[in-house]
């Protein structure tokens, strides 16, 4: 079919279209510019969001949003590549790759007795600011945030992960007979068929349920060995020896895991959280000079490479000074 | 207002870019009104024989719902909708100038269908794949295409004109279709047929 007759057809379409089809029309191709663009930018963002300030706009486009997020699942079926006749691309590799691969040549030459024992695994890296999606065999997927390295059994029987560092968002399917184990600073979670979030911080690591049953135990050799099972809402801190549970309502959690959309929602955040926390996704480091400025609190959706839109808040809302200098952006009175 | 004990909690001197509220009602439309689409459509349909204005009547009954819930949200999301739905279609019953012979059946007879079942509380993965499979299925032909090299094979639109042999802005195009025939198959025709 030629362009020609596409467009004549898109043409007719949208003029035999009633007011909710041209709206759905409209909502649509908003979704497809802000999901598909290469080159979306804040100022897109900022007129997407002027128009998604009108209700009747907003629910055409939440509606058609939903079902765009649910089609994602769809990558289930995409064939899983083979590590070894497919590898991924070496440049989009991080440096951090290449090392854990080179660790993996020397250990298995000094011991390849010992090395072979153990289940094979695969090493998955993002760079700061990258994020990847990672589609098992069996139609689980993880999310790798910024500056994260997942390990993965290549062996489809044994389902196991180690989150060596940053954070990831589990789906996993559940199968009774190969649960699903995630060991991450000395911690274990096993899936009871879930949706769960990992994250390692400086001195604990942070998992957050959001659907389904998962159990979390603290390290064997702690002083007390302790385990938990999460319902949906809870988020579990484990340190080396304590489990902290906290609650929350399940609305809430969306905003656990918007990084996957490439945005961060806060919600009565200081500033000096949210900058904490937009480090993670960029090599450029806010400074926050002040402890009186560290304690303003905002609300407000920031894309993750948003250090502009963060800088503009300061500026306009709470009126602050910015100054960049090498790599720097410091935020002051 | 909604529950904001916790956003109120030490929250002073909070400035607001966006209200705190719209994102809890965004996220409760998503999930507990959107899955009632299925009911609504067969209500329409079932009371109003001019059943192409479906999109027409959702539309408005989603506005009534998201403004209504913006300034007091309800406790029980079903009753709260079919209320709406229930009251929308009788005012346009009544505003209606000819009413066409058996547009509808008795106005006093409007009401929820018994036989809808409610939303599954709790959409099992492997259900979910079948489903979208199956709403898949339904597209029509270069949309399908077009959103199976997107969302299964990855591609990006350049990639998928070069694949399909056309331009990017027809690729833009079966997208959008797709989405809304998808959206529509998802929502508004039943968990199950």
């Known amino acids: 079919m030629s362009d020609k007759v596409t467009t004549d057809l898109e043409r007719e379409t949208r003029a035999a279209a009633g007011p909710a089809e041209a709206l759905r029309i409209e909502a649509a191709d908003r979704i497809l510019a802000r999901r598909l663009s290469p080159d979306w930018n804040e100022d897109d963002q900022r007129e997407l969001d002027a128009w998604l300030k009108d209700p009747a706009n907003r629910i055409a486009y939440l509606r058609l949003d939903a079902a765009w997020d649910r089609a994602g699942r769809l990558e289930a079926f995409r064939p899983l590549k083979r590590p070894v006749t497919a590898p991924a691309p070496q440049s989009r590799r991080p440096l951090i790759f290449k090392f854990a691969a080179a660790a993996v040549v020397v250990a298995a030459i000094v011991a390849s007795s010992v090395y072979l024992s153990q289940p ?159 480090n993670r996704y960029n090599t450029q480091k806010l400074v926050i000079a002040d402890a009186s400025v560290a304690k303003l609190t905002f609300d407000a959706t920031i894309p993750t490479n948003g250090i502009q839109t963060f800088t503009r808040v300061a500026q306009q809302v709470f009126g602050l000074r910015i100054e960049r200098r090498d790599g720097e952006v410091i935020v002051s009175r | 207002m909604t529950d904001t004990s916790e956003a109120d909690r030490g929250n002073a001197g ?91 059946e008795n106005l006093e007879a409007l009401n929820a269908p018994a036989d809808v079942p409610g939303p599954e509380a709790h959409a099992v993965a492997r259900d979910e794949l079948r489903r979208l499979e199956a709403a898949l299925e339904k597209l029509p032909p270069r949309a399908r295409q077009a959103f199976a090299l997107h969302h299964i094979e990855g591609l990006t639109v350049r990639e998928i004109a070069q694949r399909m042999s056309i331009g990017e802005r027809g690729v833009t195009w079966h997208l959008n279709e797709g989405l809304r025939a998808l959206a529509t198959a998802l929502y508004g025709e039943g968990e199950k047929p």
């Open chain 1, 120 to 278: 094979s695994m695969r090493t998955y890296a993002t760079a700061v600011g990258e994020r990847q999606t990672i589609t098992l065999t069996d139609g689980s997927t993880i999310a790798l945030n910024t500056n994260s390295v997942l390990k993965l059994s290549a062996n489809a029987n044994a389902r196991m992960a180690v989150l060596e560092r940053g954070e990831a968002f589990f789906q996993i399917r559940h199968d009774a007979q190969h649960p699903f184990i995630v060991t991450a600073a000395g911690h274990r979670i096993t899936d009871l068929g879930t949706k769960f979030i990992v994250r390692e911080e400086t001195d604990a690591l942070k998992v957050t349920l959001i659907e389904g049953r998962a159990r979390i135990e603290t390290s064997g050799n702690a002083a007390k060995h302790r385990a938990a099972d999460l319902t949906p809402g809870e988020t579990v801190i484990a340190s080396a020896d304590a489990l902290k549970t906290t609650m929350r309502p399940v609305t809430k959690l969306k905003n656990e895991a918007s990084w996957q959309r490439g945005v961060l929602v806060f919600e009565n955040a200081t500033l000096a959280d949210a900058a904490r926390e937009l």
């Open chain 2, 14 to 104: 909070a400035r607001s870019l966006e209200m705190i509220a719209r994102a809890d009602i965004d996220a409760w439309f998503v999930r507990e009104v959107l899955p009632l689409e299925a009911a609504l459509t067969q209500y329409f349909r079932h009371n109003w024989r001019d059943a192409a204005g479906v999109a027409d009547f959702l539309q408005d009954v989603y506005l009534r719902v998201y403004e209504a819930a913006a300034k007091d949200f309800p406790k029980s999301t079903r009753p709260f909708v079919f209320t709406i739905a229930h009251n929308l279609l009788v005012d346009r019953v009544r505003r209606a100038k000819v009413i066409p012979l058996e547009a509808v």
